[in-house]
């Protein structure tokens, strides 16, 4: 998860049925300001839908409660958490660190920012869900194909920054490995925040790319 700057609902648009959310403008906007990315995993899939981070039904229509997820994150969320944390809000990354261990076996370790007070219990049980504690078959297919992409997206961070700290790469080469690396951890892109900590967390990558977080 990472922080979303929400466009205030324009005065034009109104929405008073799901039709207006699922095929009107309102779509749109909501899908360009959510990077067309999963706000619970950032999964960039086909499979996208508008989702109420308030299953409340009177919070059905209400702007801001609209946000954009990916089928897999909307049915293991369902109509529970209520009350995870509203990343159009709350910047996540000040209170969730996301990261991928290899050893026993590979999962996406998830745990509460060191001097982060916030009360995030419930945010953490359905992230926990969603990178693989999910049981039905569906669900575990749905967290492989998301794994296999994290551990893509991690390769090609590893590969730029090999390139970027090799003291034999000349000046060109050395600006299109950075290039690749601030594409690769801006917040629009796929599994940005797995791939934040980890810049965050290395005493080199956190030295050269700190500054860009
Ligand atoms: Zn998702």
């Known amino acids: 998860m990472v922080k979303i700057n929400r466009t205030p609902k324009p005065d034009d648009i109104v929405i008073t049925s799901d039709e207006h959310y699922r095929n009107g403008p309102a779509h749109d906007i909501i899908r360009n300001d959510f990077n067309n990315k999963c706000y619970i995993c950032e999964c960039k ?3 996208m839908e508008i989702e109420h981070r308030n299953p409340d039904k009177s919070l059905r229509y209400c702007w801001d409660n609209l946000f954009y997820a990916c089928r897999h994150c909307n049915s293991i969320k369902g109509t529970s958490y209520a009350d995870i944390i509203d990343c159009t809000i709350i910047d996540p990354e000040e209170h969730i660190e996301l990261s991928l ?3 026993p076996s590979e999962m996406v370790a998830i745990s509460q920012q ?15 869900l969603v990178y693989g504690g999910a049981k039905t078959k569906v669900q575990i297919a749905g967290f492989e194909s998301m794994l296999a992409e994290i551990k893509e997206e991690l390769v090609k961070l590893q590969e730029a ?8 790469t000349d000046q060109s080469r050395k600006e299109v490995a950075k290039e690749i690396i601030l ?6 892109a796929k599994y940005a925040a797995i791939k934040r900590t980890i810049i ?4 080199t990558y956190k030295n050269e790319f700190g500054q860009y977080l």
Do not use: A, H, P
């Open 45 to 47: 899939s086909n499979s």
């Open 101 to 103: 261990e290899l050893f």
């Open 114 to 128: 060191n001097g982060s007070c916030l009360s995030i219990g419930s945010t953490l049980e359905l992230l926990r």
């Open 161 to 168: 920054m090999i390139m970027y700290l090799d003291n034999n």
């Open 183 to 188: 594409k690769l951890i801006d917040k629009n």
């Open 200 to 203: 965050r967390s290395v005493g």
